[in-house]
């Protein structure tokens, strides 16, 4: 007997032994898919991990279905690699194989309802909506569930597909689907027998009659003839014609061609395309690096050689992306695959172009914007090793492909807490993450940023990782002049126009006035976090969670950023049906509106999460900005990130308390960093930049370290506060988060569970605590957090907490609270 053991596409921590015939044993390999059934009806998408003959002892092995692929798609230091993440980061591994293959390959079967055979129906009994799904069984074999939904037009049909089946009207069945199309495109070709003279007058002699007809074979020969000779020109094979540009460069339609075919003058045939495809030309410019940019590149390679992860700390502007495409040409040239890794999809837009500019079409992008069918090209490419993805660059998802030769990994802009998952499971840093997954090829990599996190600048200064620096700026520019504005000062002389002081309307003034550009930044969007009432007080808070509501004046609603409920902006008070409502506090759209009013004649922008959705939505704003056809951007931290636009002069920071006094212990060091990443968009050309930080509180440390660009001095003050109050990097942290609906159960349980932590721990255990927005979509929430000294064997102490969790679900009273594992949480 032989069996194969498989991963589902579930939240299931173990893996599952199924059988197969001793042929399939021969033909299944590891890494490839097989459709297996589990549970009473469902087929799912497994993935074949090992090939065995050991029965399983606790139940009897169900049979595959089918083998879904001809050849692995998943690689075995991939399940390696998934099986760490999965053991690190305490979640099941059915959560990594879910979240690291792209949907459309985890084929999902699908339900389709037919008629029993041998049934009798008395149609006499049959409700009206019974009726209506039974006539449309008689005239097609079988229906899904989105068929029914249609014929009744009513989205409830449960109960109507249940009755039917208690009557012994209907079965269901599951059907595997597969969702991934390759892109195909039609093209025409000239019938093999009009090729000699002969067949020309003959073909002439049938159109002289359809003229319309006449025109487009034409114009089809002149195309032929246009591209053979621009492909003999450039030393390449001849493209096809496509029918679409055939129909556009004849002002056509589509159906004259399909007449021609069906004369068989024309013959159609289709080729696959893929369908993110770069056609534009390699620059020819040679990059030349500074003295600097030299000593840091040789630097690297010196730590290269005794180490496997470096940290490239250079300040904003000092051309840290140079020094990435000197590195990936000396990998490209040995054959290596590369992976680079940003935190923002919106930082792809801007990169992507210059790679690409360098490196031509050897550049694959794999991010959530790009639909199923696009991520599944890359995949193949990468798996087929093909040379249009031999330099990959992604948000942290693009760290799960299949790479079978990958030499070197950048992660830029190392610090950004969007590099940690946060929901849902696997709840993976893709920073450290990658540095696993390199040492598995024997890669190197190189962490780059120029405000590192205290852990990654701790690994450095103590000798784990190498540490490159570079202090100047590229071409000598000089770092921007930060001044700091006291917005107590300013509203108690009256020199505040709504959110703007008198120094920062100049400032913008002056710098649109030279033809330059400005940045404003404020962390929130919507226009203004909170509604209140004069009268009573009342704020509408969201029915769901314990947040108020944001307003957002251009569509004129409230609306929850946790949960996404909306409601019309109230012209009265709910408590007290007063009137008077005003907004406190303000966001994005707030500014754009102000500065509409300010500088009534400038063209100004908008860039954060509601003017970003589209597929294309970063690029059509970075390139209106970089195309100097928007003047003043505001935007959130999208913006402070690795952008680089030459023509800003001017940055402005409306609110610098905004996250200075989150109840956070990386509060401080992420104010620092965010601070410094904005200013650093300021003057990255000739020109020094100038960046206005308006603040309440302008003698706090972190905001003096900021206009001093004093880094070293923010990480000695944190490192000193985290060894005090037990934070990373001194201590791993675990947080342990509780949910249910029904507080009292919540409370207790939580408290069960902190007291079996706290006398099995020999370590700190703080809570059970609320956090500050305590219930999301009607589940409350408590935190437990597990703080493990480095001493203390981490592997050990997972096992321990694992146990206790383990006791925790076999609790009859507590199976129904939702726990969640948060390791190094962020």
Known sequence: MYFVEVILPLSLAKTFTYSISEAESHYLKIGMRVAVPFGKSKIYTALAIEIHQNKPALYEAKEIQQILDERPIVTKIQISHWQWIASYYMCAIGDVYRGAMPSALLLESETLISQKTDSFVDTSLLSDDEFLVYEALQQQSSLKVQDIIAILNKKNIFPVIQQLIDKNILVLQEEIQETYKPKLIRYVKLNSRYDSNQGLTDLLETLKNANKQKEIVMRYFQLSAAENSKARFENRITMPITVKKLVDETNSSAAIIKALIEKEIFEEYFLQQDRVNFTGKISEFELLLSAEQKKALVAIKNVFSQKEVCLLHGVTSSGKTEIYIKLIEEYLENGKQILYLLPEIALTTQLVGRLRNYFGNKVAVFHSKYNNNERIEVWNQVLQKSEKAQIVIGAR??????????????????????????????????????????????AKVLLGSATPSIETYFNAKTGKFGLVEITKRYGNVLMPNIELVDLKEKYFRKKMTGHFSDILIEEITAALS???????????????????????????????????????????????????????????????????????????????????????????????????????????????????????????????????FDNVSLVGVMNADNMLYHPDFRAFERTYQMLTQVAGRAGRSEKQGKVIIQTYNPDHNTIQQVTTNNYEAMFDEQLYDRKIYKYPPYYKIIKVTLKQRDFEKLKTGSMWLYQVMSQNLNMPVLGPEEPIISRIRNEYIRVIVIKIPLSVSIGNTKITIQKMLNSFEAVSQFRSIKTTLNIDFY
Request: aromatic share 10%.
């Open 514 to 644: 030279m033809g330059e550009q400005v940045i404003l930044f404020q962390n929130r969007r919507g226009y203004s976090p909170i509604i209140e009432c004069i009268t009573c007080g009342h704020v509408p808070h969201c029915q769901q969670c314990d947040v108020s509501l944001t307003y957002h004046k251009h569509k004129n609603q409230l609306r929850c950023h946790y949960c996404g409920y909306t409601m019309a902006k109230p012209t009265h008070c709910q408590a007290c049906s007063s009137v008077d409502l005003t907004t406190k506090g303000f966001g994005t759209e707030q500014i754009e509106q102000e500065l509409c009013f300010l500088f009534p004649n400038s063209k100004i922008g908008r860039m954060d999460q509601d003017t970003t959705r589209g597929k294309f939505g970063f690029e059509k704003i970075i390139d209106s900005f970089k195309n100097r056809e928007i003047e003043i951007l505001v935007g959130t931290q999208m913006l402070a990130k690795g952008l680089d």
């Open 397 to 442: 998802s693009a760290l799960f492909l299949p790479f079978d030769n990958l030499g070197f990994i950048i992660v830029d802009e190392e610090h950004e807490q969007t590099f940690k998952q946060a929901d849902p499971a696997p709840r993976y840093h893709a920073r450290d993450a990658a540095i696993v997954l390199a040492h598995s090829f024997k």
